[in-house]
Nanobody
Framework: QVQPVESGGGLVQAGGSLRLSCAAS????????ITWFRQAPGKEREFVAG????????YYADSVKGRFTISRDFAKNTVYLQMNSLKPEDTAVYYC??????????????????WGQGTQVTVSS
């Protein structure tokens, strides 16, 4: 299995929390940067958070800094996105994507080789 698989989306009230999971094959998980993007209706897909293989360096969009945390579980070949203090503007389909470390930009969708099918996150006010 090369394609990442997302889970954990749902409906939550503003101020609540959700944890998204991105499961990948060991081959994809190792040596790849894993990143979460999101796309709201009528908007372009945007970067949310990413984590590299080498050094487990993390990157966040300004809009989610301090509220979201990305992490890797090496034993389970899974990347998590813990989302706290959710806001209605966080409502979107969240996608997990993978690219090789050091290849392209962590922020650009065009540089990612593998994409999941997406999971819906809806935050009610």
């Amino acid at each position: 299995q090369v394609q990442p698989v997302e889970s954990g989306g749902g409906l939550v009230q503003a101020g609540g929390s959700l944890r998204l999971s991105c499961a990948a094959s060991e081959r994809t998980f190792r040596t790849y940067t894993i990143t979460w993007f999101r796309q709201a209706p009528g908007k372009e897909r945007e970067f949310v958070a990413g984590i590299t293989w080498v050094g487990a360096n993390t990157y966040y969009a300004d809009s989610v800094k301090g509220r979201f945390t990305i992490s890797r579980d090496f034993a389970k070949n899974t990347v998590y996105l813990q989302m706290n203090s959710l806001k209605p503007e966080d409502t979107a389909v969240y996608y997990c994507a993978a690219k090789r470390d050091y290849s392209g930009s962590v922020y650009q969708t065009k540089d990612y080789n593998y994409w999941g099918q997406g999971t819906q996150v809806t935050v009610s006010s």
